[in-house]
């Protein structure tokens, strides 16, 4: 399939042909190199396609519902640049993004304020 603009409509008209027994397929999007909807017969996700060592390799960015076009457009490029500088996206990465879209809350910090006397620690 040739790449489009993916806005809400295209979303919609996946949403639709995403059930039991659909073909899995992918729509590549002409705005942000390498981000794609893949739909299913278990539905829509964003997904990041890249090549690393001539082997071309997906990432998983989550629901059609968790980001919008926009919102998927800019993870795409922070994707990418994530690429260009030698490391891989991973979970935590991921996760992270969601933190800074304000998709999902920070983990509270491990350390405790305030202070212990020597004693009280043993």
């Known amino acids: 399939m040739a790449p489009i603009?993916?806005?809400?409509?295209?979303?919609?008209?996946?949403?639709?042909?995403?059930?039991?027994?659909?073909?899995?397929?992918?729509?590549?999007?002409?705005?942000?190199?390498?981000?794609?909807?893949?739909?299913?017969?278990?539905?829509?996700?964003?997904?990041?396609?890249?090549?690393?060592?001539g082997k071309s390799i997906r990432f998983g960015l989550g629901g059609v519902d968790e980001w919008d076009p926009g919102d998927a457009r800019k993870l795409a490029v922070k994707a990418k640049d994530l690429v260009r500088s030698g490391r891989l996206p991973y979970d935590a990465w991921l996760d992270a993004q969601r933190v800074e879209f304000g998709k999902k809350e920070a983990a509270p910090s491990p350390v405790v304020a305030g202070f212990w006397e020597w004693s009280g620690g043993r």
């Open 5 to 53: 603009q993916i806005n809400l409509a295209a979303i919609v008209a996946a949403k639709a042909r995403a059930r039991p027994g659909a073909v899995q397929h992918d729509i590549t999007d002409s705005r942000a190199e390498g981000l794609l909807l893949r739909v299913g017969a278990r539905g829509v996700i964003w997904q990041y396609r890249y090549k690393l060592k």
